[in-house]
T-cell receptor, first 112, second 116 residues
Framework: AAGVIQSPRHLIKEKRETATLKCYPI?????VYWYQQGPGQDPQFLIS???????DKGSIPDRFSAQQFSDYHSELNMSSLELGDSALYFC???????????FGSGTRLTVV | AQKITQTQPGMFVQEKEAVTLDCTYD???????LFWYKQPSSGEMIFLIY??????QNATEGRYSLNFQKARKSANLVISASQLGDSAMYFC?????????????FGKGITLSVRP
């Protein structure tokens, strides 16, 4: 069965650089979520999109932006990277027809 | 206030024994869902079990069962017959509201170590 695909799996950036993380949800899932998980921390909700429109917003820094495209894939853009942005970034998708959330394998971002 | 509370610092269990991981939650919404996820050291988030607020029976999925006590607002995960591969971080999470497209809120997690 198709899963949530995230790319890249690993990313190393320098401070003040930009990064773009991509997420391809499960086909026919209508909602995409982004989470940030710092080392030893619980996942923190960043932002979500329902049918390509932003549906909810959490603790996402102003330096970050995200969007969902017509093919339902989503991208998280991160600018002026800081050391504290080093984390595991998860994308998840869900469908109104079900109750579950499927998570991607995550992108591990390291800012040096 | 914390929506999901997991206070156990770390748990140890002998292989083949059962273990209970605690989770309490706080919500004023009558419709909500409770989830448990396993996160091994490799990092992926693996869905284990789900309990809806209106479900009459406790959820079970293989070796996993959820001890749902609605009045106490607790949703403890019971793992029976622990295996070495169960060693991981375990997160309790909640979705508030009836919509299936509401975000999940996670607890701080519990580290489980299974001893041979």
């Amino acid at each position: 069965a198709a899963g949530v695909i995230q790319s890249p799996r690993h990313l190393i950036k320098e401070k003040r650089e930009t990064a773009t993380l991509k997420c391809y949800p499960i086909p026919r899932h209508d909602t995409v979520y982004w989470y940030q998980q710092g080392p030893g921390q619980d996942p923190q909700f960043l932002i979500s999109f329902y049918e390509k429109m932003q549906s909810d917003k959490g603790s996402i820094p102003d330096r970050f932006s995200a969007q969902q495209f017509s093919d339902y894939h989503s991208e998280l853009n991160m600018s002026s990277l800081e050391l504290g942005d080093s984390a595991l970034y998860f994308c998840a998708s869900s469908s109104r027809q079900g109750y579950g959330y499927t998570f991607g394998s995550g992108t591990r971002l390291t800012v040096v | 206030a914390q929506k999901i509370t997991q206070t156990q610092p770390g748990m140890f269990v002998q292989e083949k024994e059962a273990v209970t991981l605690d989770c309490t939650y706080d919500t004023s919404d009558p419709s909500y869902g409770l989830f448990w996820y396993k996160q091994p050291s490799s990092g992926e988030m693996i869905f284990l079990i789900y309990q809806g607020s209106y479900d009459q029976q406790n959820a079970t999925e293989g070796r996993y069962s959820l001890n749902f006590q609605k009045a106490r607002k607790s949703a403890n995960l019971v793992i029976s017959a622990s295996q070495l591969g169960d060693s991981a971080m375990y997160f309790c999470a909640m979705r508030e509201g009836a919509g299936a497209n509401s975000k999940l809120t996670f607890g701080k997690g519990i580290t489980l170590s299974v001893r041979p």
